[in-house]
């Protein structure tokens, strides 16, 4: 899409929206369904395939934040919303519930002051649960736990599904998608601002700048400047589903000032991760996992949960979070320069995205952007690719009706060619077959796409012989696969 014109009667948009991570995706989706012209634009092929595609993946209560704090009030709220929104749109969640668990007698000594905290936040449901209970819930745990603080509003959820799922919703409520499209200066007016792209300018009333690593940058070409990125590298391990029976709940451990640290988590795919690191590194774009950080990993883990090292590695990945020198997240509208600053989303935006679209939504309002009074739509149904609920190739009605949804492509995550086929024909479908790993799990599982990639890329389009140049190298032919399944 290329071209001035940002609505049909050549006028400005009223809104451009650069990111289209989960953060920028939820703040389209609401004012979109609020009838705001907008435009998202992302550097990248398809949205959320920034930090929003490899985290942690978990539903966060907020109940550690900083009382008080942005942070603190947009999270509570928005893994409300989230919780709700995912249930009417199909985003895997499963309410495993958190235990945070203390290895040490100081770690002890913290826990009254961490339910404290909670309860401060809003949170009050958290419990202590002593020694037997632990080791009774969680078996598999590894010996000398002292104790452990319950978080039962604690989630686990697919994060691929959500930022998906907002955008789908915001193309149907008329928000345009500009994808492969960097932005690389604005030119901002008084009538209109001029967001120049790689494939042309985009007019607009207003920015909002969600672009997370690089939302300094953004920052700067508004004439800001207050702040710096600093990326913060996780890594993480995705077990194999093997390993899933070894916990029931997320174990966490007691957060230090400046990580949550390194937790074992199930995953909505039935793997389980172990991560994230924390390191701060100077490249926004260095994904890499290293041999330190996931060696330092599996000794967390062998402590934890010592089962889990004995386990297949299905993948490693990493992830970078967006920190700045404040802690808290960085929003604010400028009504003189039409201009808002979504940033710093460190470690939770992904539970606090719909909170974050709902705070900069009444921002922006009542800094004179207009919005409409139409009531909310309902999201869009989303296809499903949890593990806890009935895929299709479980679904005997389903296969009956159309047997495509009988015939798997790929084994290891039983994806069928039903799936494959509708991802092609959505709205918003992939780009590439990273992105159909992401609408549907196929390549993800443990073969690594060693069976099944010359099968889906041929039905995706690029012929049997371009799925080994598509794919990554075959599992067998590489150390753990560099990926970043959640
Ligand atoms: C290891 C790790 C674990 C985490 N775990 C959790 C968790 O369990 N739960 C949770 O809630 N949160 C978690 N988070 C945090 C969460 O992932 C982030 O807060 C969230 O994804 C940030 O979303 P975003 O949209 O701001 O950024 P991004 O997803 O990075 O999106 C920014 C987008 O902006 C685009 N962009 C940047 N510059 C430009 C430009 N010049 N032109 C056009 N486009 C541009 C990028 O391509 C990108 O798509 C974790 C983060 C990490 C790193």
């Given amino acids: 899409m290329t071209g001035a014109a940002e609505t049909g009667d050549g006028l400005p948009a009223d809104v451009a929206i650069i990111g289209a991570g989960v953060v920028g995706t939820a703040i389209a989706r609401a004012l979109a369904c609020q009838d705001v012209s907008c435009v998202l634009i992302d550097a990248a092929n398809d949205v959320g395939t920034g930090t929003s595609k490899a985290n942690t993946a978990i539903l966060h209560t907020g109940f550690d934040t900083v009382p008080g704090s942005l942070e603190s009030r947009l999270l509570r709220r928005g893994s409300v919303l989230l919780a709700d929104y995912a249930r009417r749109a199909g985003i895997p969640v499963e309410r495993t519930g958190a235990l945070l668990v203390a290895w040490t007698p100081e770690q002890q000594g913290e826990l009254p002051a961490i339910e404290d905290k909670a309860r401060r936040n809003g949170v009050t449901d958290v419990r202590r649960v002593g020694t037997s209970e632990l080791y009774r819930r969680e078996p598999h745990l590894g010996p000398g736990a002292l104790g452990a603080l319950e978080i039962p509003g604690e989630s686990i959820i697919c994060p691929w599904t959500t930022s998906l799922a907002y955008a789908t919703q915001a193309l149907a409520a008329g928000a345009r998608l500009r994808l492969r499209s960097r932005v690389t200066g604005i030119r901002a007016g008084t009538a209109e601002h001029q967001v120049v792209t790689g494939t042309g300018v985009v007019r607009c009333r207003w920015v909002v700048n969600a672009a997370g690593l690089h939302s300094d940058t953004i920052d700067a070409m508004m004439g800001g400047g207050a702040f710096t990125i600093c990326p913060r590298r996780g890594e993480l391990i995705v077990f194999d589903k093997l ?29 389980v991760l172990l991560g994230p690191t924390a390191e701060d590194i100077p490249d926004r774009g260095d994904v890499a996992t290293t041999g330190p950080g996931l060696a330092s ?31 808290d997240y960085q929003i604010r509208v400028d009504p003189a320069r039409r201009y808002a600053c979504v940033a710093g989303i460190r470690s939770t935006g992904l539970s606090a995205s719909l909170g974050i679209a709902e705070h900069v939504t009444v921002l922006l309002a009542d800094a004179g ?28 009605a389903r296969i009956a009706a159309d047997p495509e949804y009988g015939r798997i492509a790929c084994h290891c995550e039983r994806v069928t060619r039903g799936e494959i086929r509708d991802a092609l024909a959505a ?60």
């Fill in 427 to 486: 709205p918003l479908p992939p780009a590439d077959l990273d992105g159909l790993r992401r609408r549907t799990r196929v390549l993800n599982g443990r073969c690594q796409g060693f069976y099944c990639a010359a099968t889906v890329a041929a039905l995706f389009g690029g012929g049997a012989p371009a799925a080994a140049a598509a794919v990554r190298p075959a599992a067998a032919e590489r150390p753990p696969a560099e990926a970043e399944p959640a």
């Fill in 297 to 327: 990993l599996m000794d967390a883990g062998r402590r934890i949960l010592p089962g889990l090292v004995a386990e297949e590695v299905t993948a490693t990945y990493a992830g970078l979070r967006a920190a700045t020198a404040d802690r």
């Fill in 243 to 271: 390993a899933r029976p070894l916990l029931t709940s997320i174990l966490l451990p007691v957060p230090t000032a400046r990580t949550k640290g390194v937790l074992v988590a199930p995953t909505v795919y039935g793997n």
């Fill in 369 to 396: 952007l207009r919005l409409g009074d139409r009531p909310e739509p309902d999201p869009p149904v989303m296809p499903y690719i949890g593990q806890a609920g009935t895929r299709p190739y479980q679904d005997a």
